[in-house]
């Protein structure tokens, strides 16, 4: 079963490994990132040079932006981006094809253009500049915004990059001459420009690589999270002492009197103290930067249990699917397209030795909704349905939509047993996504991983009342009651 561009391409994982560049997918994104800290602390001068034209390219739009307001037409033109569809990575997990950099992060962008970026160049605190402040300050733009923006920047680059390992690796019936729009950017004419490359081709588009060692998973290393966990520390790092002494009792006027805080309570006094004193937030960047091969170190361990993950075990799982010939059969509606997924699903799991993509080299569970539904949807390779995950009609997402025309449509969620909210997930949740997206029939997925998780689901189940519902269904995960792999 092809799933990954060693098995699309025909070229040998190994050779993938020595060239530096993460295995893709090419039926489902996997949920990676390009972290622009790891071209600014890389010892590359390429992946530093990278990092220079990204801070070029926003002191450009610094200075446009101080000039006066800029035209819709050249918002959308400068700050607005599409995703980068051809990489594979990021964070839609049913397909390759992202919302991008739209209005919203582009107002986001050029609102904080002049007092976020204003020292760029001129750093007092900091060894350099970092495009992530952007998400320090300013709500609604994350890891995900950061990293689109990041790989735009630097396309031409993964261009170059993937299309000397096509001429110097792949077949030339598997390489085209591609035209790429908005490839690198004219300071001159002040246009993005298209550019051609020679590059690899599936499913009537280009692919992409990406190098390991920029990537990582989970977040960037300067985050607004880590800042706001930080925050007690940050101060300490602040040699002037009237300075600090400013901050600590201004913290204490804001946070509320006589009552224990509530972590609300706590990150809206926190963010009260970085708006009051933004110097704190260089302060924060500056331990990071300190901390910078730790960011090297974490980001590689991630990338390498991501390679052994989604590629090594979810592999040898799609593998094992595909000697179930009966399992790409395809029933009349999507409700009993559905059941047989999710029975093919359970029985490799629980019976074909499945269960141990969900443990790492140690054997410890890997307990993570994310990384089931892009199990799950690796199982789906090849239907005629219409599979959309994280679908939002209104109420809130469902995991999955399945469906073929409106009338017919079936809901999937999936819960871990050691969710904290299973009772109330399973007593509202679904009903409220099939009302919501008019679907008549929704599975509920329960995956555990202990005896005592087991224990615990039953006792929900049966206190609901749903214990014997056809829709409800358990997959046991646990790595205690399988055969060893001596006689698996």
């Known amino acids: ?100 950099l739209g209005n919203g992060f582009a107002r986001a962008l050029d609102a904080n253009l002049v ?35 990041t790989t735009n920047l630097i396309k031409d680059y993964l261009l170059k990059y993937t299309s000397s390992f096509a001429e110097n690796c792949l077949p030339e019936d598997l390489v085209r001459s591609v035209s790429v729009s908005r490839a690198c950017f004219s300071y001159d004419t002040e246009r993005w420009m298209p550019k051609n490359y020679r590059l690899p081709y599936f ?46 009792n201004y913290f204490v006027s804001v946070i509320p009197e006589n009552a224990e805080m509530t972590a609300e309570e706590f990150n809206r006094a926190v963010s009260s103290v970085f708006s009051k004193y933004p110097q704190l937030i260089d302060y924060y960047i500056k331990q990071k930067e300190d901390a910078g091969e730790e960011a090297i170190a974490s980001s590689s361990l991630k990338v390498q249990e991501s390679g052994f993950l989604y590629v090594k075990q979810f592999g040898a799982l799609a593998n094992l699917l595909s000697e179930e010939t009966a399992f790409y059969q395809i029933p009349g509606t999507t409700e009993n397209e559905t059941r047989e997924k999710i029975r093919f699903f359970k029985d490799v799991i629980e019976t074909k030795g499945g269960h141990k993509i969900f443990y790492d080299p140690e054997e410890k569970p890997i307990r993570q909704e994310r990384d089931i539904h892009i199990l799950f949807r690796l199982v789906w390779h ?70 005592e998780e087991l224990i615990r689901v039953e006792g929900v189940l049966k206190e609901l009342g749903i214990q014997k519902d056809p829709h409800v269904v358990l997959v046991d995960a646990r790595l205690d009651n399988k055969p060893s792999a001596s006689k698996a």
């Open 1 to 100: 079963m092809h799933i990954y561009f060693s098995d699309f391409f025909n070229v040998s994982e190994d050779v993938l490994e020595e060239y530096g560049a993460f295995n893709i997918s090419l039926v489902t994104d996997l949920p990676l990132f390009i972290d622009p800290f790891l071209l600014f602390n890389s010892e590359k001068h390429e992946y530093q040079n990278l990092h220079d034209d990204i801070i070029r390219y926003l002191r450009f739009l610094r200075t446009k932006s101080e000039q006066g307001s800029i035209s819709p037409a050249l918002i959308r033109a400068w700050y607005c981006f599409s995703e980068v569809k051809q990489n594979w990575l990021g964070f839609c997990e049913t397909q390759n094809s992202g919302r991008g």
């Open 115 to 149: 007092h976020v970026f204003q020292n760029f160049g001129n750093e007092k605190i900091t060894k350099g500049s970092h495009l992530e402040k952007l998400c320090l300050i300013r709500s609604g733009v994350g890891r995900d915004m950061i990293s689109d923006f």
């Open 203 to 248: 499913n009537k588009d280009f692919v992409l690589l990406t190098p390991k060692d920029i990537l990582t998973k989970d977040d960037t290393w300067i985050n607004h999270g880590d800042m706001m966990r930080r925050f007690e520390d940050i101060p300490d790092a602040i040699e002037n002492e009237q300075l600090r002494a400013e901050i600590n």
């Open 382 to 451: 090849g239907t005629p349905s219409d599979v959309s995950r994280e679908v939002d009609d209104g109420r809130g997402p469902a995991d999955f939509k399945i469906s073929r025309g409106a009338s017919d449509k079936t809901l999937v969620e999936f819960k871990l047993a050691s969710n904290t909210q299973l009772k109330r997930n399973l007593q509202k949740q679904i009903e409220i996504y099939k009302k919501a997206s008019d679907a008549k029939v929704g599975f509920k997925v329960i995956v555990y991983f202990t005896e």
